[in-house]
T-cell receptor
Framework: GENVEQHPSTLSVQEGDSAVIKCTYSDSASNYFPWYKQELGKRPQLIIDIRSNVGEKKDQRIAVTLNKTAKHFSLHITETQPEDSAVYFCAASRSNFNKFYFGSGTKLNVKP | DTGVSQDPRHKITKRGQNVTFRCDPISEHNRLYWYRQTLGQGPEFLTYFQNEAQLEKSRLLSDRFSAERPKGSFSTLEIQRTEQGDSAMYLC????????????????FGAGSRLTVL
């Protein structure tokens, strides 16, 4: 089965700095890669996703890059704000979407 | 509230007891997933339904776990003879293949059912 590894497990940045979270996956058939944000005590919510036919996708301060050859993808958050503080999870799925495999999470702390 | 509903939100039980969780997905979603999340970890896949058919089941799901989605709407997850290691947050998520973007599948999670086994 798929194995998704995520790092770092914790990340502390100053407000306004950039944050990068990296994930690797093992199943070459995976082709859909979403990122979820989970605030303390709340449910995970999708913030951005990318399919394997593109290498990069941006949405305002958030971007995701994908290197299918190396089987890794990354989340980039620019101009971080205190409200970005949360746990971020990467995930991978095949095109049938029958299973999503999640990374172990990155706790991001943005210091004001 | 038109989101994913889970009940109960919290369940405390003694080891050896049976527990059942219910999930009501978003009405037009035909896909339903159950995940387990322990503190400091990512959601761990348990099982997947497309309509009423259970198409995937994790090997992690021992014979003490069973899930149903009898009419393709709500789903139940039952844990028999609970063990302390079953203590976790049980998350339900639903989705449908994006009509405008068939390559995407956005999971909408419920708030979860937290199980504590004493």
């Amino acid at each position: 089965g798929e194995n998704v590894e995520q790092h770092p497990s914790t990340l502390s940045v100053q407000e306004g700095d950039s944050a990068v979270i990296k994930c690797t996956y093992s199943d070459s058939a995976s082709n859909y890669f979403p990122w979820y944000k989970q605030e303390l005590g709340k449910r995970p919510q999708l913030i951005i996703d990318i399919r394997s036919n593109v290498g990069e996708k941006k949405d305002q301060r958030i971007a995701v890059t994908l290197n299918k050859t190396a089987k890794h993808f990354s989340l980039h958050i620019t101009e971080t704000q205190p409200e970005d503080s949360a746990v971020y999870f990467c995930a991978a799925s095949r095109s049938n979407f029958n299973k999503f495999y999640f990374g172990s999470g990155t706790k991001l702390n943005v210091k004001p | 509230d038109t989101g994913v509903s889970q009940d109960p939100r919290h369940k405390i039980t003694k080891r050896g007891q049976n527990v059942t969780f219910r999930c009501d997905p978003i009405s037009e979603h035909n896909r339903l997933y159950w995940y387990r999340q322990t503190l400091g970890q990512g959601p761990e896949f348990l099982t997947y339904f497309q309509n009423e058919a259970q198409l995937e089941k994790s090997r992690l799901l021992s014979d003490r776990f069973s899930a149903e989605r009898p009419k393709g709407s709500f789903s139940t997850l039952e844990i028999q003879r609970t063990e302390q290691g079953d203590s976790a947050m049980y998350l339900c998520a639903s989705s449908h293949r994006d009509r405008e973007d068939s390559g995407a599948n956005v999971l909408t999670f419920g708030a979860g059912s937290r199980l504590t086994v004493l």
